[in-house]
């Protein structure tokens, strides 16, 4: 996901190349690690259901996913900068596959927390709201955890890559909105469908589109030439 905290992006870093650590490919895969061991133990009966068909079969939700995604991603390409990197395919192949699959499962695992808190306590004195509240609280779950992994570990992983000119920061100001729009379509997709794995695959298009215009220098990247 780009939930990024556009303000701590902003500080400049001397080294553009590797922010807070010299092996960023340790920390991601201890983070892929724990996020698959414990997706995999609470996610086990979505992972192991092929649930697409059902995404599909609502033409409003495809289109809203598609739609989101589109949003997002055009904010993005336009504020954000790869600093002369070149682009290195290998890398982009492990890390979209990657983090789409891992970091998906953590977000689906704190949705999926949040979603059952939400039920369970208005299924207590308003049963009619319960679905309703357990998705509420999912989507905010799933935010908070997003915004707290981008703004906590992935901005010293990732070089800064946003721009400071008067207009990007106007367009900087709409991302936050187009996160959640995102989000929201991917909570949907969880709630309606219980489809892991459509939302496995928009993750990773999202990964793919940030390895094309940032190119961090992690799995190999940094032995790349122009």
């Known amino acids: 996901m780009n ?22 490919e340790r920390l991601i895969g201890l983070y892929w690690l724990i996020s698959i061991a414990i997706g995999t133990f609470v996610l086990w009966d979505w992972l192991t259901t092929w649930n697409v068909a059902a995404t599909l079969n609502r033409p409003w939700l495809v289109i809203y ?10 904010l993005y390409v336009l504020v954000a900068r790869h600093g002369g990197r070149p ?31 939400g039920w369970w306590l208005l299924n207590l004195f308003a049963p009619s709201f319960a679905l309703a509240a357990g998705f509420i ?7 908070i955890y997003g915004g707290l992994i981008h703004g906590l570990f992935w901005l010293r992983v990732l070089p800064p890559h946003l721009d400071d000119n008067p207009r990007s920061q106007s367009i900087r100001k709409l991302r936050p909105i187009a996160e959640v729009v ?24 999202v990964d793919v589109g940030l390895m094309i215009l940032v190119r961090p220098t992690i799995f190999g990247a940094g032995n790349a030439e122009a």
Request: charged letters at 10%.
């Open 3 to 24: 939930l990024q905290l556009d303000k701590a992006a902003s500080q400049s870093r001397p080294n553009t190349e590797r922010v807070g650590t010299h092996h960023p």
């Open 137 to 143: 609280v999912g989507v905010i779950f799933f935010s």
């Open 65 to 74: 996913l598609c739609a989101s995604l589109v949003l997002s991603q055009t």
């Open 87 to 117: 682009i290195h395919w290998g890398a982009l192949v492990i890390f979209a596959i990657g983090n789409g699959f891992a970091e998906t499962l953590a977000f689906a695992t704190v949705y999926r927390l949040g979603e059952l808190l």
């Open 182 to 205: 995102l989000v929201i379509g991917w909570c949907l997709c969880l709630a309606l469908s219980r489809d892991l794995w459509s939302v496995i695959f928009f993750h990773t298009l």
